[in-house]
């Protein structure tokens, strides 16, 4: 079983459409992320969900809506989709507390190129 | 606030030659700090971390860390790398507020191993 799997694994789509990206995890964590990977492989954090509850929204533009129905699963719907948000996109999960320190379980990532 | 500086964005090294992949950090607290690995399309993956006690860490793949509070450094090594450890190579610190967080991570470094 993939701990931390995310749907589809490709997307390519026109500018101005709108997308969603799908996370699941399996590993009972309570918090779960976006991060976005720029063409320079810099990895920034999104969002951050615990126990379903929004609690990092790093400044990004309101195009960007995540949703969790619940602990297991993230969701991340983008409207009007612009070129600069061509990225990889991967979803992540932790167990915080405890003697984890944080450590993140990613999933495979999600490749949107918008044209 | 806490960041992370990799201080070398592409370090080339022949086959079964050792190598250091450099880390510096900025923390005003109690850190965690973790090495992550990128395959070509891949997600990240776990390759060691610090959380406390010794100061130098084994991982994966015979990769290890040496965490230096002084000198703000978390360097990673190997003593003979193989074609198989080219990739991307993240170091990350972990932000914990309560009982949640993030991670935080460097530029990344491409390690490119050549026959």
């Known amino acids: 079983d993939t701990a931390v799997s995310q749907t589809p694994k490709y997307l390519v789509t026109q500018m101005g459409n709108d997308k969603s990206i799908k996370c699941e995890q399996n590993?009972?964590?309570?918090?779960m992320y976006w991060y976005k990977q720029d063409s320079k492989k810099f990895l920034k954090i999104m969002f951050s969900y615990n126990n379903k509850e929004l609690i990092i929204n790093e400044t990004v533009p309101n195009r960007f809506s995540p949703k969790s129905p619940d602990k297991a699963h993230l969701n991340l719907h983008i409207n009007s989709l612009e070129l600069g948000d061509s990225a990889v996109y991967f979803c992540?999960?932790?167990?915080?507390?405890?003697?984890?320190?944080?450590?993140?379980?990613f999933g495979e990532g999600s490749r949107l190129t918008v044209l | 606030a806490q960041s992370v500086t990799q201080l070398d964005s592409q370090v080339p090294v022949f086959e079964e030659a050792p190598v250091e992949l450099r880390c510096n950090y900025s923390?005003?607290?109690?850190?965690?700090l973790f090495w992550y690995v990128q395959y070509p399309n891949q997600g990240l993956q776990l390759l060691l971390k610090?959380?406390?006690?010794?100061?130098l860490v084994k991982g994966i793949n015979g990769f290890e860390a040496e965490f230096n509070k002084s000198q703000t450094s978390f360097h990673l090594r190997k003593p003979s790398v193989h074609i198989s450890d080219t990739a991307e190579y993240f170091c990350?610190?972990?932000?914990?507020?309560?009982?949640?967080?993030?991670?935080?991570f460097g530029q990344g470094t491409t390690l490119q191993v050549k026959p």
């Open positions: 992540a999960s932790s167990q915080f507390g405890g003697y984890s320190g944080g450590e993140l379980f």
């Open positions: 990350a610190v972990s932000v914990v507020s309560g009982n949640t967080g993030k991670l935080i």
């Open positions: 590993l009972g964590h309570d918090t």
């Open positions: 610090y959380l406390s006690g010794s100061t």
């Open positions: 923390s005003s607290v109690s850190v965690y």
